[in-house]
C-alpha cells in the first residue's frame, strides 16, 4: 500500500492507495495548523483503509513549491516514516499533482498561493506534461487568458480570469500519479524557490 500526502499549501491532504485505486482520503484547509492535523490524519486514512502502518510499502510526498513551515511538515514525516519502515520515498512537484486532476482540452496553467502577492505557478500543455519549470512571480507578471487551476488562480481573477478545479491538491491524486508511472519523480526535499520568511537576526551592533 501507498500512503501519500501533501503540506505544502494551505491544505492537509492524506490519502491510501492498494495499488488498483484510492482506498481512503481527507483533506483539511487550515494553513496554520499542519503539524497538528498531519499525523491524526494519516491514523485516520490508515484505519479507514483497514490498514496498519506496517502494512505500507511506499510513501509518497508533495516536495512544493510552498511555504518552508507547512512544507516541511509533510517531508520530514515522510522521510521519517520511510526510514523507520523501510520503505521508499517518492517525491512529486505539488503543481503536478494539481495538474494530474485538470479535466480540460489544450494547454492550462497552475498557480498556487506563495504569499507576499505571489503565486507557484507552473504551465502545461497536459495533465501530465509540464512544459515549464515551476516558478514564483507576481500574478500581474504571469498574466494569462489560459484555464488556470490552483488557490493562486483563485485569488487573482485580474491576471487569471479563467479559474478551473481543482483549487488544492488531493492526495488522492498524488498517490495515483506514482502508481501508475506518469510522476516525475523527485528526492524528497523542499522546492522552495526562495528563502524562508524567517532569518537570523543580525549581530547587535557594539555601543561606543
Known sequence: MLLALDTATQSVTVAVHNGEQVVAESSVVDPLRHGELLAPGIEAAL????????DLTG?????????????????????????????????????????????????FVVATDARRKEVYWARYDHPTVRVSEPAV??????????????????????????PIEPEYPRAGDLASIVVSGA??????????????????????????
Open 59 to 107: 510513501i509518497a510526498v508533495g516536495v512544493g513549491p510552498g511555504p518552508f513551515t507547512g512544507l516541511r511538515v509533510g517531508i520530514m514525516t515522510a522521510r521519517t516514516m520511510s526510514l523507520a519502515l523501510g520503505v521508499p520515498v517518492y517525491g512529486v512537484c505539488t503543481l503536478d499533482v494539481l495538474a494530474f486532476a485538470v479535466q480540460t482540452d489544450g494547454p
Open 137 to 162: 512571480d507576481r500574478p500581474v507578471a504571469v498574466a494569462t487568458e489560459l484555464p488556470a487551476a490552483g488557490r493562486g488562480a483563485a485569488m487573482y481573477p485580474d491576471s487569471f480570469p479563467h
Open 47 to 54: 484505519r479507514e483503509a483497514g490498514a496498519d502502518i506496517r
Open 183 to 208: 510522476a516525475r519523480v523527485l528526492a524528497p526535499e523542499p522546492l522552495y524557490l526562495r528563502r524562508p520568511d524567517v532569518a537570523e537576526p543580525a549581530p547587535r551592533k557594539r555601543v561606543s
